[in-house]
């Protein structure tokens, strides 16, 4: 069965850190380039990070610039996000999403990914 599964979310308070986990199974993630994106109640889906299947390039838009970390596994073929000095801004749903051979701007679009997970909630409260 072709799948992305997210793990790693939780309640944590202020000022944490927390690493999220993408694990694909039925495909191999090193062709494609993968994106962590997160929705919060109310709120439009954003994408927070990115990792190309190319040198592994990453990019990070706004919303994940400076606290947020992406990296991949292709042997465990796993995608890793970590997430330091969280705030309650940072509570939302987060998922990821992969397409094959794309580049980081165009999968942090959210358009036409070929595969999603279920997502994780991360919730930061004191």
């Known amino acids: 069965q072709v799948k992305l599964v997210e793990s790693g979310g939780g309640l944590v308070h202020p000022g944490s850190s927390l690493t999220l986990s993408c694990t694909a199974s039925?495909?191999?993630?090193?062709?494609?380039?993968i994106g962590w994106f997160r929705q919060a109640p109310g709120k439009e889906r954003e994408g927070v990070s990115c990792i190309s299947f190319i040198d592994n390039a990453t990019l990070y838009p706004d919303s994940g610039k400076g606290r947020f970390t992406i990296s991949r596994d292709d042997a465990k073929n796993t995608a890793y996000l970590q997430m330091n000095s969280l705030t309650p801004e940072d509570t939302a749903t987060y998922y990821c999403?992969?397409?094959?051979?794309?580049?980081?701007?165009?999968?942090?679009?959210?358009?036409?990914?070929?595969?999603w997970g279920q997502g994780t909630q991360v919730t930061v409260s004191s």
């Open positions: 039925g495909i191999s993630l090193g062709s494609y380039t």
């Open positions: 999403g992969v397409k094959l051979g794309a580049l980081c701007q165009s999968v942090l679009t959210g358009r036409r990914l070929e595969l």
